[in-house]
Nanobody
Framework: QVQLVESGGGLVSAGDSLRLSCAAS????????LGWFRQAPGREREFVAT????????NYADSVKGRFTISRDNAKNTVYLQMNSLKPEDTAVYYC????????????????WGQGTQVTVSS
């Protein structure tokens, strides 16, 4: 089992940057695929980015491609989401997810979730 704790959210202006972090417990961090999802009020949780166990493979939603970068540091048990050129439509609660099996782009395919961190982008 793994526990995930996100941090780094906040209130920023359009065009600004933020870096989210997700710290994981456990000694098998490198055996998990990791992902970031987000959920805006009244909307379903949506895929943002995923990264494979080794970090060699990444995948991004079209809406964030070229602006967001997912990375991981297996020595620190941490996954990051660097968000640049933020837009008001990026406003949401951002969740970190982990799975020992697969790294799908749908939320129901993930096993473990953090509590979320709020990101608000003002226009």
């Amino acid at each position: 089992q793994v526990q995930l704790v996100e941090s780094g959210g906040g209130l920023v202006s359009a065009g600004d940057s933020l870096r989210l972090s997700c710290a994981a417990s456990g000694r098998t961090f490198s055996s998990y695929h990791l992902g970031w999802f987000r959920q805006a009020p009244g909307r379903e949780r949506e895929f943002v980015a995923t990264i494979t166990r080794s970090g060699a493979g990444t995948n991004y939603a079209d809406s964030v491609k070229g602006r967001f970068t997912i990375s991981r540091d297996n020595a620190k048990n941490t996954v990051y989401l660097q968000m640049n050129s933020l837009k008001p439509e990026d406003t949401a609660v951002y969740y970190c997810a982990a799975s020992p099996y697969t790294n799908p782009t749908v939320a129901r395919g993930w096993t473990y979730w953090g509590q979320g961190t709020q990101v608000t982008v003002s226009s």
